[in-house]
């Protein structure tokens, strides 16, 4: 099994700056590919960035140059650092990752991964 615990999330003003953290225990495993998923009231979930063990990253065309996902192997911790954001970021953000996962995903696999935290709040005013 694996646990994964997210922080960082807030409330901010649009333009605004927020770097979510998502550290993994238990059966953890650097080569495993991790993501971030969001959910917004009312809407389906999403998925935002993803990224492999060998740093290849893939990105939502809606946060394509505003986010930026990265991994700390020594730490086993998962960051989302996300500027420029806008009210439509406004959700609930999980961090996930999969056993099976080697190579960068699709961000719309990422709904299928194995392992989710439980989420962090962002909440971003006009």
């Known amino acids: 099994q694996v646990q994964l615990v997210e922080s960082g999330g807030g409330s901010v003003q649009a333009g605004g700056s927020l770097r979510l953290s998502c550290v993994a225990s238990g059966r953890t495993d650097s080569r495993h590919c991790m993501g971030w998923i969001r959910q917004a009231p009312g809407k389906e979930r999403e998925g935002v960035a993803a990224i492999d063990n060998n740093g290849n990253t893939r990105y939502a065309d809606s946060v394509k140059g505003r986010f930026t996902i990265s991994k700390d192997n020594a730490k086993s911790t998962l960051y989302l650092e996300m500027n420029s954001l806008k009210p439509e970021d406004t959700a609930m953000y999980y961090c996930?990752?999969?056993?099976?996962?080697?190579?960068?995903?699709?961000?719309?696999?990422?709904?299928?991964?194995?392992?989710w935290g439980q989420g962090t709040q962002v909440t971003v005013s006009s």
């Open positions: 996930a990752t999969d056993w099976a996962c080697r190579t960068v995903p699709e961000v719309k696999a990422l709904l299928e991964f194995d392992y």
